[in-house]
C-alpha cells in the first residue's frame, strides 16, 4: 500500500509539472480543477501505478510518453502533433532534472536506496520537478523552446516522421514483450491497456490528417468557386 501511495505521489508532481511545462510552452492556458484536466491527472496516475514495473521498464516509458500526448491533447486542445512536441519537450527537461537530482542524492545514498525508500523517491521527483520550475522560468530557456516548440510543430513532415518513429518503437517493444508467453500471461491486462493506448494515439492521429486533408479540400474548392464567380 505504502508502495502504491509512493507511486502515485510521484505520479502527481511530475503530472502536475508536467502541465505547467507546456502551458509555458504552448502559451495555452487552462483550469486545473476543470472536471476534463481532473479525469487526465487521474488517468496519468493510474496508468503510471500499473503500468511502471521493472519487466516493462522500456515498453512502459514509452506507453507512458504516447498516453501523455493522449491526455495533453485533450487537455491543451492540440493536434497529435503539436501534443507529441510538447511531451518531448517535458521529457527532455524530465531527463535532465533527473540526472541533476541523481547526481545530488547519489553523494549520501545509493541509486537502490533512492528507488527503494519511499522519502528518498519523492524526493528525487520534487527536486526534479523544482528542476523544472526553474529551468523554464528562465526567460532565455524557455524563449528557445517556445520557438522549438513551434517551429517543429509547423513542419508536418518532420512532426509525421517522429510520430512514426514513436510507433515503431512502441509497437516493437510490445511485440518484444508480448513474445514472452509468460509475461504476456501474467500481465494480460497491462499488454492489453498498453495496446489499447497506442490505438487511441493512432486514430487521433489519424483523425487529425483527414481532418486537415478535409479542410484543405474546402479551402481549395472555395478558392476554385471564387475564381469562377469572378
Excluded at 485533450?74 to 537530482?101: N, P, Q, R, W
Excluded at 526534479?128 to 509547423?154: D, G, P
Amino acid at each position: 500500500m505504502l508502495e502504491v501511495l509512493t507511486k502515485f505521489t510521484c505520479a502527481l508532481i511530475m503530472t502536475l509539472f508536467g502541465i505547467f511545462v507546456i502551458q509555458k510552452v504552448t502559451n495555452c492556458k487552462i483550469k486545473i480543477l476543470s472536471l476534463k484536466t481532473i479525469i487526465g491527472i487521474v488517468v496519468l496516475c493510474l496508468a503510471t501505478i500499473t503500468i511502471s514495473k521493472n519487466e516493462y521498464a522500456g515498453i512502459g516509458t514509452v506507453a507512458i510518453f504516447a498516453l501523455q500526448i493522449i491526455v495533453y491533447k485533450e487537455t491543451f486542445d492540440l493536434k497529435v502533433e503539436e501534443s507529441l512536441i510538447a511531451c518531448g519537450v517535458v521529457m527532455m527537461l524530465t531527463i535532465f532534472g533527473d540526472l541533476i537530482s541523481g547526481f545530488l542524492l547519489m553523494k549520501c545514498f545509493t541509486l537502490k536506496q533512492i528507488r527503494s525508500t519511499g522519502y528518498l523517491y519523492i524526493l528525487s521527483n520534487i527536486l526534479v520537478a523544482i528542476y523544472e520550475i526553474i529551468t523554464i522560468r528562465v526567460k532565455f530557456i524557455l524563449h528557445q523552446l517556445q520557438n522549438f516548440y513551434n517551429s517543429i510543430s509547423k513542419n508536418k513532415s518532420v512532426s509525421n516522421i517522429l510520430f512514426v518513429i514513436l510507433l515503431i518503437i512502441g509497437l516493437s517493444s510490445l511485440g518484444q514483450n508480448m513474445s514472452k508467453v509468460n509475461a504476456w500471461e501474467s500481465n494480460y491486462y497491462v499488454n492489453i491497456t498498453i495496446m489499447l493506448i497506442f490505438f487511441l494515439l493512432s486514430y487521433f492521429f489519424i483523425k487529425g490528417k483527414n481532418n486537415y486533408e478535409k479542410l484543405n479540400s474546402e479551402y481549395e474548392n472555395l478558392f476554385t468557386y471564387v475564381q469562377n464567380f469572378e
